[in-house]
T-cell receptor, first 110, second 120 residues
Framework: GQNIDQPTEMTATEGAIVQINCTYQ??????LFWYQQHAGEAPTFLSY????GLEEKGRFSSFLSRSKGYSYLLLKELQMKDSASYLC???????????FGSGTKLNVKP | GAGVSQSPSNKVTEKGKDVELRCDPI?????LYWYRQSLGQGLEFLIY????????KSGLPSDRFSAERTGGSVSTLTIQRTQQEDSAVYLC??????????????????FGPGTRLTVL
């Protein structure tokens, strides 16, 4: 089965850096995805990691360690509009299914 | 189309009634997923269609739930004899499962806006 854990909620200050962690236990791993979801809206894709290491995309970076079953999403220069839920999802290559964590609600305060 | 569309955007129904939710995926996307999201929760996988293969129904919570995908495009999720616990946002996503950058097998999911179902 799949077991994906993320913190439920985090608070950070505008302009700061925040790291959202995700741990997973899965067989058949084939990629880890991060999605952003604003309240009342559909999730939108942020990043994808399938190999170990850091993927940087503007203010957002995502890291993966397959041996540790661990990923994090790093958000720099936080803006108020970054207040949203961040969903970690793991893809199982055997079934091409995605398993989502419960999401981390990020509150950015002035 | 430009993106994944779903209809209706909101549906209020009485307990015991049947409902149908529709999803129009991005043209050419062979994979289609249905998820359910309760308030403040993550996404719960329901069912997955891939091309002409038999769908993966392993996430459907009961036999009251069913889905079909006609012509490899539009999909309909049907909930029979709705219960209050069925109240949630139902999200549809599609993806192109062919390998594209940045790595083989990469297939980002594109989500529709969802249908908010309320069972009274």
């Amino acid at each position: 089965g799949q077991n994906i854990d993320q913190p439920t909620e985090m608070t950070a200050t505008e302009g700061a850096i925040v790291q959202i962690n995700c741990t997973y236990q899965t067989s058949g791993f084939n990629g880890l995805f991060w999605y952003q979801q604003h309240a009342g809206e559909a999730p939108t894709f942020l990043s994808y990691n399938v190999l170990d290491g850091l993927e940087e995309k503007g203010r957002f970076s995502s890291f993966l360690s397959r041996s540790k079953g661990y990923s994090y999403l790093l958000l720099k220069e936080l803006q108020m509009k970054d207040s949203a839920s961040y969903l970690c999802a793991v893809r199982d290559f055997r079934f091409n299914k995605f398993y989502f964590g419960s999401g981390t609600k990020l509150n950015v305060k002035p | 189309g430009a993106g994944v569309s779903q209809s209706p955007s909101n549906k209020v129904t009485e307990k015991g009634k049947d409902v149908e939710l529709r999803c129009d995926p991005i043209s050419g996307h062979t994979a289609l997923y249905w998820y359910r999201q309760s308030l403040g929760q993550g996404l719960e996988f329901l069912i997955y269609f891939q091309g002409n293969s038999a769908p993966d129904k392993s996430g459907l919570p009961s036999d009251r739930f069913s889905a079909e995908r006609t012509g490899g495009s539009v999909s309909t999720l049907t909930i029979q004899r709705t219960q209050q616990e069925d109240s949630a946002v139902y999200l549809c996503a599609s993806s192109d499962v062919t390998g594209t950058a940045p790595a083989p097998g990469y297939n980002e999911q594109f989500f529709g806006p969802g249908t908010r179902l309320t069972v009274l």
